[in-house]
Each structure stands twice: as structure tokens, then as C-alpha cells.
């Protein structure tokens, strides 16, 4: 099946530092989400970009498809950007789920 | 749109017993999924459905596991004799159809004891 890599696991920054979490895919995909975790579990979509950039607020995001991969760009990080964030991309023919990194554990501190 | 919701949040429960989970999609999201995930890893898929069909189910699913979505609304996913190594988050999501943005919900965290 599709290998997901998340890069890097874990990343320390100071308020308004800026960051670059990157995810890199192993085959061609038909959908990539960007998601954070927050403190409770839940799965908060940041992103569905199978292709191109957008952006929302502090955050953008690009994916290459071609070259099987994508960025999360994090600007003026905030306390409240903490948690973990994944990437999950859902392969082409008829494999309909999600396959998930595993993860990259943001901490912002004061 | 009250988002996908799952109940209940928490389950703690004895080796050996039966649990059962809900999940209500998104209204008019055709497509369900069960994913679990344990403590620091990603999330991994379990099993999907397409209105009631269930079509596809992940070697995880163990035949102490069975899911299933009647009449292509709320689906329940049941674990039979429960292992501690079950214990896990168990998360479901919801998408309008094929190729479109998946949204999850709160999740069912399992502790067996």
C-alpha cells in the first residue's frame, strides 16, 4: 500500500517562530488532508489539497503531486498551534481510504 | 450540520466483555469509515462503508470485531471479548462521496482492563 512520511517528528519553536512540516507520499494520490490533533483527540481538517495552494489565515499549504509531496506552512505560531498534525492522502484506482503519517508533534512555547 | 458524532467518548471496560460504539455521520454523507489509533502513531483504517455496503475491511479487523451501517445513516462498530490490546482511540469519519474531504469525529477512547 501507499507509504506516508511525516517530516519532522517533532519540532520545538518559540511564539512567533515560523515553521514547515512536510509529508511525503510514496504513489500517486487522489486526495491529501491536512489535519491537527488537538489535546482531546479529535481530528480538526486544516487542509484537503490534493494538489496545488491555499492558504487560511497562518496557514498554507502546498502539494507537488508529481513529486509526491506537500508542505504545511505554520507563520506567527501561536501556543494554541500545539499538537500534532498529520498528513493522510487516499491513493489512486480504487482505494478508497485514508493513509495516515505518523505524525509531527508541534510544541510552541511562550 | 452538526458535524460527525460518536458515542460514547470514553469506555472503560473488563477483559473479556463486549463494547459497542455509534457513530452518526454527517447527514447526506454517503461514504462512513472506522479508523483506531493507539498511543503515538497515526491513525489506521479499519473498515468502510458506501450507504449500507460494507466494502472493504482492514486485516485489523479481527472476526472479534463487526461493524455495520443499517439503512446507510449511524453505524455501530462492536468488539467481542475484548483484549487489553484493543485498548485504543477508536475514531469514525464521513465523507460526501469518493475523492471527497473526509471529517471525523470526537472519537470512543477503550481502556480495558
Known amino acids: 500500500g501507499i507509504q506516508v512520511e511525516q517530516s519532522p517528528p517533532d519540532l520545538i519553536l518559540q511564539e512567533g517562530a515560523n515553521s514547515t512540516l512536510r509529508c511525503n507520499f510514496s504513489?500517486?494520490?487522489?486526495?491529501l488532508q491536512w489535519f491537527h490533533q488537538n489535546p482531546w483527540g479529535q481530528l480538526i481538517n486544516l487542509f484537503y489539497?490534493?494538489?496545488g495552494t491555499k492558504q487560511n489565515g497562518r496557514l498554507s499549504a502546498t502539494t507537488v503531486a508529481t513529486e509526491r509531496y506537500s508542505l504545511l506552512y505554520i507563520s506567527s505560531s501561536q501556543t494554541t498551534d500545539s499538537g500534532v498534525y498529520f498528513c493522510?492522502?487516499?491513493?489512486?484506482?480504487?482505494?478508497?481510504?485514508?493513509?495516515f503519517g505518523k505524525g509531527t508533534l508541534l510544541t510552541v512555547n511562550p | 450540520d452538526t458535524g460527525v458524532s460518536q458515542n460514547p467518548r470514553h469506555k472503560i471496560t473488563k477483559r473479556g466483555q463486549n463494547v459497542t460504539f455509534r457513530c452518526d455521520p454527517i447527514?447526506?454523507?454517503?461514504?462512513l469509515y472506522w479508523y483506531r489509533q493507539t498511543l503515538g502513531q497515526g491513525p489506521e483504517f479499519l473498515t468502510y462503508?458506501?450507504?449500507?455496503?460494507?466494502?472493504?475491511k482492514s486485516r485489523l479487523l479481527s472476526d472479534r470485531f463487526s461493524a455495520e451501517r443499517p439503512k446507510g445513516s449511524f453505524s455501530t462498530l462492536e468488539i467481542q471479548r475484548t483484549e487489553q490490546g484493543d485498548s485504543a482511540m477508536y475514531l469514525c469519519?464521513?465523507?460526501?462521496?469518493?475523492?471527497?474531504?473526509?471529517?471525523f469525529g470526537q472519537g470512543t477512547r477503550l481502556t480495558v482492563v
Open positions: 504513489d500517486s494520490v487522489n486526495n
Open positions: 462503508f458506501q450507504n449500507e455496503a460494507q466494502l472493504e
Open positions: 469519519a464521513s465523507s460526501l462521496e469518493v475523492r471527497t474531504e473526509a471529517f
Open positions: 493522510a492522502v487516499e491513493g489512486g484506482g480504487s482505494n478508497y481510504k485514508l493513509t
Open positions: 489539497i490534493p494538489s
Open positions: 447527514s447526506e454523507h454517503n461514504r
